[in-house]
């Protein structure tokens, strides 16, 4: 089965841009990529999903390298709530009886 | 909207006793979810259920037992429970099939084993 590798923690300033990273070089063609984060003491909440393109919501932007081998979730301006776990996973069908959800990236903000 | 709705919210079992978490969802969303979480570990899929009346074992489903009667339930069955299964309980729905719809989680079941 396909995985993901991010890095265990990132840090970012309050109010700048932050791009977390994620290698997902077993991907298969009909996976999509899921972002999911998760606040202290919350269930993980839905970020961005895609299969191909970038993609953009009201809370990031998911951009997907053209081989689908990597992707990144960009936050376009940290703020304090936004420190969190996040998580890239795959999902395709392939593996929906499987969790994928691996250890995530721990990112902490700055004031 | 209520969404996700896990009930209790905090348990205190002792080896060998039962108990079932209950998942309700609000969205009339087809597809639901078990998943534990132990501490700073990512999330594990117990169960799932694609359907009212179906069920399907995901990647730790031994010592649990699931029924999906009503397609806004899903719950979770602990029939002795053992210290191995402290950890917290998270339920999630999906509109279909969560790799096109996403997962809606509720707010978590913290479950101590002693």
């Known amino acids: 089965d396909a995985k993901t590798t991010q890095p265990n923690s990132m840090e970012s300033n309050e109010e700048e841009p932050v791009h977390l990273p994620c290698n997902h070089s077993?991907?298969?063609?009909?996976?999509?990529i899921h972002w999911y984060r998760q606040l202290p003491s919350q269930g993980p909440e839905y970020v961005i999903h895609?299969?191909?393109s970038n993609v953009n919501n009201r809370m990031a932007s998911l951009a997907i390298a053209e081989d689908r081998k990597s992707s990144t979730l960009i936050l376009h301006r940290a703020t304090l709530r936004d420190a969190a776990v996040y998580y890239c996973?795959?999902?395709?069908?392939?593996?929906?009886?499987?969790?994928?959800f691996g250890d995530g990236t721990t990112l902490t903000v700055k004031p | 909207n209520a969404g996700v709705t896990q009930t209790p919210k905090f348990r205190v079992l002792k080896t060998g006793q039962s108990m079932t978490l209950l998942c309700a969802q609000d969205?009339?969303?087809?597809?639901m979810y078990w998943y534990r979480q132990d501490p700073g570990m990512g999330l594990r899929l117990i169960h799932y259920s694609v359907g009212e009346g179906t069920t399907a074992k995901g990647e730790v489903p031994d010592g649990y037992n699931v029924s999906r009667l009503k397609k806004q339930n899903f719950l979770l069955g602990l029939e002795s429970a053992a210290p191995s299964q402290t950890s917290v309980y998270f339920c999630?729905?999906?509109?279909?099939?969560?790799?096109?719809?996403?997962?809606?989680f509720g707010s978590g079941t913290r479950l101590t084993v002693v």
């Open positions: 077993t991907i298969s063609g009909t996976d999509y």
């Open positions: 969205m009339n969303h087809e597809y």
């Open positions: 999630a729905s999906s509109k279909g099939p969560a790799l096109i719809y996403g997962y809606t």
């Open positions: 895609g299969l191909t």
């Open positions: 996973i795959l999902r395709g069908f392939s593996n929906a009886g499987k969790s994928t």
